[in-house]
């Protein structure tokens, strides 16, 4: 009843991983105006911090969004 | 209520009536059609889960569908043979698996 276990999960891949690397190819095959409106809804930008001994550290930024 | 619903299942083409029994299934790259009365529409789904309820609702998610004339056919002529070249020097099986899925899904693109 089981099936085959998929290449991307024998490589180590998660499925959530598997889906964006797909979602990300379909997104840089559409037309304009399309394409820019696609990337542009993915663009991330959060601040992320590790604790250590009860304490934030200092936090990092990652941003896909223009430096300013 | 439309009459049927085709979803590209990974284990195949899945036809969906109003009546059918209740399923999960995942979804591999591929088009998905809509039937009703007067004609045809279809998407491009990029990956995703269909969930057919016991009550004749379905429901399809994907991280992106596509109506089909969004797609520029060029890019995706332009990628397929692209990967199929990187296929050749991929080293890691994760490096592999990432080339991979770019062939299927520019060949599951390529094909409508």
């Known amino acids: 009843m089981s099936a085959p276990m998929p290449f991307w999960r ?7 991983t598997y889906s964006n690397i797909c979602a990300n190819l ?3 095959c559409l037309k304009e105006p399309h394409k820019a409106e696609a990337l542009n809804r993915e663009k991330v930008h959060f601040a992320i911090s590790t604790w250590k001994d ?3 550290e200092k936090p990092v930024i990652r ?3 223009a430096e300013d | 209520m439309v009459d049927m619903v085709i979803v590209p299942a990974t284990r195949g083409q899945l036809g969906v009536l109003p009546g059918h029994v209740a399923t999960i299934a995942e979804l591999k790259p591929g088009i998905m059609s809509v ?5 045809v529409t279809k998407y491009f789904v990029s990956s995703g889960f269909a969930f057919v309820h016991a009550n004749s609702f379905a429901d399809l998610i994907a991280v992106e569908a596509v109506p089909l004339d969004r797609i520029d056919a060029c890019l995706v002529w332009k990628g397929l043979p692209e990967f199929t070249q990187k296929l050749k020097s991929a080293s890691t099986d994760l490096e592999k698996a990432e ?3 770019g062939v299927d ?3 599951a693109l390529n094909s409508p």
């Open chain 2, 35 to 39: 039937h009703d009365g007067n004609g």
């Open chain 1, 26 to 28: 379909v997104r840089n």
């Open chain 1, 10 to 16: 024998a490589a180590g891949m998660t499925y959530i």
């Open chain 1, 54 to 56: 009860g304490k934030a």
């Open chain 2, 105 to 107: 899904v520019h060949s």
């Open chain 1, 63 to 65: 941003s896909d969004l």
């Open chain 2, 99 to 101: 080339v991979q899925i």
